[in-house]
């Protein structure tokens, strides 16, 4: 289980490393927006989920990293786990994706996405069995119905054919 910090400093180090920067140059870069650079240390301490963040700080990562702050939320241990808060709190994965947003680009949003949508599609099979159910049970129906019109109509005729 990881702490709230600890998801986005490994998303940090995940991202910094799929664009191929160190550290001191992911550092450097945060000077654009936070108006000074964090040290190679910062960086360091972030990563590892010892640093509280502050709003314009979640800005300039997400605009160095050229992710979508949401993206920093996204835990990379899957959705089984749980997130620890500050208070104590244990979150589950699935609700702070769902606070987060779930973002089309990250590396697990496409196996979220995909498990969502398995869930979605056996839910359907599951209406789509109860329709068919539904459907057998009124064309039997219709078919008694249509047999015993069949056989009043026939009588009908009968009776007409007799007088």
């Known amino acids: 289980m ?14 910094r490393e799929q664009l191929g ?14 108006g000074k650079p964090w040290s190679r240390q910062a960086v360091s301490l972030a990563e ?21 702050i949401a993206q920093l939320f996204v835990p990379s241990t899957g959705l089984g786990g749980k ?3 500050p208070s104590g709190h244990l979150m589950p994965v699935t ?26 599609i056996m ?11 539904q459907v057998s049970v009124l064309g039997t129906k219709l078919w008694h119905a249509t047999a015993e019109l069949a056989g009043r109509v026939g009588a009908e005729t009968k009776d007409e054919d007799q007088k």
């Open 83 to 85: 997130v620890l808060l």
């Open 95 to 120: 609700a702070l994706m769902q606070l987060a947003g779930s973002p089309a680009s990250s590396p697990d949003a496409h196996s979220i996405r995909t498990e969502e949508a398995a869930a979605r």
């Open 123 to 133: 839910a359907m099979a599951a209406d789509i069995g109860e329709l068919s159910d």
């Open 21 to 34: 920067l160190s550290q001191a140059k992911l550092g450097e870069m945060l000077a654009a927006t936070l």
């Open 48 to 68: 590892k989920g010892g640093r509280a963040f502050v709003a314009a700080e979640l800005v300039a990562l997400a605009e160095s990293l050229d992710i979508s």
């Open 2 to 15: 990881l702490t709230i910090e600890e998801v986005i400093g490994t998303r940090i180090q995940q991202r």
